[in-house]
């Protein structure tokens, strides 16, 4: 497991459920980016939100420090730490970070302090188990340990803003409210602590929001249910007194003395205090329970609107006032969802500790399984939402204050596997929707999703490559399930969709398509291209396989016959001897295109198909030697003599895989929009396809650089960025681990296959299918299965 320092500025670990919204802690474990409105709020610290700690001896020493580590530099604020910010607090000079998803782990010493520190914090997450992985909850777990020769009492306090009712705020530290929040202390059962209400919203109010911050913790629990509002940072400053004068809070302190009131503060601050007595060499832990609650959401994608943003020309109708409730609501305010957690914490807690370490050990290397755990967090952050109905909905990745790209779309999504197999519900929610609601009668389906959320129709063509990958993924989540009801339910409209490349892409029926081809490259391809017409075979295969099954014999026949011509037909077109081209007269006749440029992609429906257990949709030979060709044309090691105009995620030393280049010339005057960038979800998806083809040294090295890049100081571990943060694409990065395993799941045939990537010696890794999860091992040359959660024993297991 990687450690970072506190120097690891850009890392960032985010705790919240599935379609919750969340807290995230940063490298120095300070709580972060509260992003629980709907909206992503990257940057956003919630005011005077911290812990800190007290230790006293016998003899009266007493030692306080913020449970954080040292600021890192620049301090290049107009005013310095802002107060709110509590930028001069001591702190701890040494800190470790580890993240095993969905845990965080910090270690906090200082020469200074008679203690170490540490902090777990996690948020429950167990594959298959969607609700009990879709809780708006965070705890925070300190052990603090006696590392002195004589006793000390010990004291940890977290003290939060109530920002139920904030609207913004300026530099000042004045913050805008709404209304007036309301602090209230409560105490019902195990739970003690504050929560955190609106002073006039109500629950059916868009706006409507509830906090939390409890502890379990029943004895020698102290509070202070507000602090001082009287003027500058005086609640601040009594709170340190209070705390540091016995390790307890006493509500309702008076800031005596006279002077101006300049700068009033109207900010509701709340602290709970726990104080132990810890013995030399022992330790002690103080757990904390951070809750939320936002039940409402504008019913649209755009959470942003103006309240009468109504008129006909507007794209983003109806008006805001119009709202649905977040799946999550139903789990209740934020006292009962805390219950709830605490109540089934060993479960939770073990299942969900279970899960990372299972997808952590084993023979893979770990920065492979590092890229499959540390995406998981997309499904979690504010890219996706679920709503009251349980229909899951994804952005194509976030800014720092919206949703980036909306409606599900359908070519980004193309590329994911990891909720397919961790969540399979929430994936055949997406197939439902894009099929059931989006598909017209022609075949043609909206590749952005917006009419289910009372949105009008996305107004632009088909995506070929998004349109023909949701077959693809119809086929896999099938199998994965083997519910016969899901595919009789979907599979006409996806007929239907299928069947649109006839009239549409394919129009002359020569299995090739080769008319304007919208993609996911924000542009559109013409003539032959493999990426695409690759996808069309894998798409047709899965269309064979679902006929059949279905006893549609005529059109499995037809697909069979399509396919096997058109790749016939599109290796005499587009195969050069080495690598699969674009087949264009005039390159430059259009803006936009590759030519003879060895795109990434260009294999991208074969690698679907050896995903979904399809086999080869293009000739093998040919297939392996254009695979290969990616790696040696488009893998760089360093990127200093290498000109890019467009966005830049990979640079100087750092290594990484272009989209697309151009070793025998012909670049065109304005290549494809991207052709020069570097996107992690297609590194994942041409390393994945590279281990597929036997060249595993080489997808690893695109894994092991793609990795190197997020170290926590150039880029978040737990966040990798295309257009957005936590980009849906980068999901692909469970594709690896498909490849490396071989595992395959057929539920219709009641079959389990693993064909490890490595073919000798001992071999163990996690899968996950919907009947359950656990490892595959490989000992001695004896293959079995480790059940650690479902059951499966129903299931063949099979390997090769």
């Not at 006292?335 to 279970?354: C, G, H, M, Q, V």
């Not at 295309?722 to 980068?730: D, F, I, K, L, T």
Request: with cysteine; proline share 4%.
């Amino acid at each position: 497991m990687k450690t970072y320092n506190q120097n690891a500025s850009a890392a960032r670990f985010l705790l919240g459920g599935i379609g919750t919204g969340n807290i995230s802690l940063d490298q120095n474990a300070r709580l972060c980016d509260f992003e629980l409105w709907n909206l992503p709020n990257k940057g956003f610290r919630s005011p005077y939100t911290f812990f800190a700690v007290r230790t006293a001896t016998a003899c009266g020493d007493v030692r306080v420090k913020a449970l954080e580590s040292q600021l890192a530099p620049p301090y290049t604020n107009s005013h310095g730490a802002n107060a709110w910010d509590i930028g001069g607090l001591p702190r701890f000079r040494n800190s470790q970070m580890q993240g095993n998803y969905p845990f965080v782990n910090f270690t906090l010493t200082d020469s200074y302090m008679p203690i170490e520190a540490k902090l777990e914090a996690f948020t429950p997450l167990i594959p298959l188990e969607t609700d009990d992985s879709s809780l708006p909850v965070a705890s925070l777990k300190y052990t603090i340990k006696n590392i002195s020769d004589k006793p000390l009492t010990v004291s940890v306090a977290g003290s939060m803003s109530n920002l139920c009712d904030l609207k913004g705020h300026d530099i000042w530290t004045n913050p805008f409210y709404e209304h007036a929040s309301v602090n209230k202390y409560v105490e019902e059962g195990n739970l003690r602590g504050i929560h955190f209400l609106t002073g006039g919203n109500t629950e059916k109010d868009l706006d409507y929001f509830e906090m939390a911050m409890l502890t379990p913790e029943t004895q020698n629990v102290t509070h202070i249910d507000l602090w001082s509002t009287a003027a500058w940072w005086d609640g601040h400053q009594d709170f340190w007194n209070d705390f540091m004068e016995d390790g307890e809070l006493t509500p309702g302190r008076n800031v005596d003395g006279r002077g101006n009131t300049m700068h009033t503060t109207k900010i509701p601050v709340a602290s709970v205090c726990v104080k132990k007595e810890i013995a030399p060499g022992q330790e002690a832990e103080f757990e904390f329970i951070l809750s939320w609650y936002r039940p409402n959401r504008a019913f649209t994608w755009h959470q942003h609107l103006p309240v009468d943003c109504s008129s006909d020309e507007c794209c983003c109708k109806p008006a805001r006032s119009a709202t649905i409730r977040n799946y999550y609501a139903k789990f209740g305010p934020p006292l009962k969802t805390a219950k709830y957690f605490l109540d089934n914490k060993p479960r939770l807690e073990a299942d969900s500790r279970l899960f990372a370490n299972a997808l952590m050990t084993g023979t893979l290397p770990h920065y492979a399984l590092e890229a499959v755990s540390a995406n998981i967090t997309v499904i979690r952050s504010t890219t996706c939402f679920r709503v009251e109905d349980g229909t899951f909905f994804g952005f194509e990745g976030c800014f720092n204050t919206q949703g980036c790209c909306d409606g599900n779309c359908s070519h980004v999504w193309n590329y994911t596997q990891t909720m397919a197999y961790l969540f399979p519900d929430l994936e055949r929610s997406m197939r439902e929707t894009e099929f059931l609601t989006e598909t017209e009668d022609d075949g043609k389906m909206h590749f952005r999703a917006m009419q289910y959320l009372n949105d009008r129709k996305h107004g632009y063509s088909a995506a070929t490559d998004g349109q023909l990958g949701t077959i693809i993924r119809l086929y896999r989540d099938w199998k994965l399930c083997g519910d016969d009801a899901f595919i009789k339910k979907l599979w006409p409209q996806a007929k239907l969709a299928l069947e649109y490349a006839f009239t549409h892409w394919d129009m002359d029926g020569d299995g090739v398509m080769e008319g304007e081809q919208h993609n996911t490259y924000d542009i559109e391809f013409y003539g032959a291209s493999s990426m695409l017409n690759s996808i069309y075979y894998a798409a047709l295969r899965a269309g064979e396989e679902i006929a059949n099954y279905l006893n549609d014999t005529a059109s499995a026949q037809k697909y069979s016959e399509i396919w096997q011509k058109g790749a016939k037909k599109l290796d005499e077109l587009t195969f050069n001897g080495e690598f699969y081209v674009q087949n264009i007269e005039d390159v430059n006749e259009y803006k936009y295109q590759y030519g003879k440029g060895c795109l990434a992609d260009q294999l991208f429906g074969q690698q679907l198909a050896h995903a979904c257990g399809l086999g080869y949709v293009l000739n093998e030979k040919n297939v392996k030697s254009a695979v290969h060709s990616i790696f040696r044309h488009n893998f760089r090691e360093g990127f200093h003599d290498f000109a890019n105009v467009q966005r830049t995620y990979a640079l100087g030393d750092e290594s990484g895989l272009l989209l697309c280049s151009w070793p025998n010339g012909g670049r065109p005057q304005i290549p494809f929009v991207y052709s020069d960038e570097v996107w992690t979800g297609i590194e994942y998806q041409v390393a994945s396809h590279l281990i597929y083809e036997g060249f595993v040294a080489e997808g690893l090295k695109i894994v092991e650089a793609c990795r190197n890049r997020h170290d926590g100081v150039r880029r978040s571990p737990w966040n990798e960025v295309e257009c957005g943060n936590h980009y849906a694409r980068s999901l692909a990065s469970y594709g690896v681990l498909l490849a490396l395993t071989g595992f395959n799941c057929d539920a219709v045939g009641k079959k389990l296959t693993f064909s490890p990537a490595n073919k000798t010696g001992d071999f163990s890794a996690f899968f996950c299918c919907p009947a359950g999860w656990g490892i595959f091992h490989r000992e001695n040359g004896v293959c079995r299965i480790e059940t650690l959660y479902g059951d499966l024993s129903e299931y063949e297991i099979c390997t090769k």
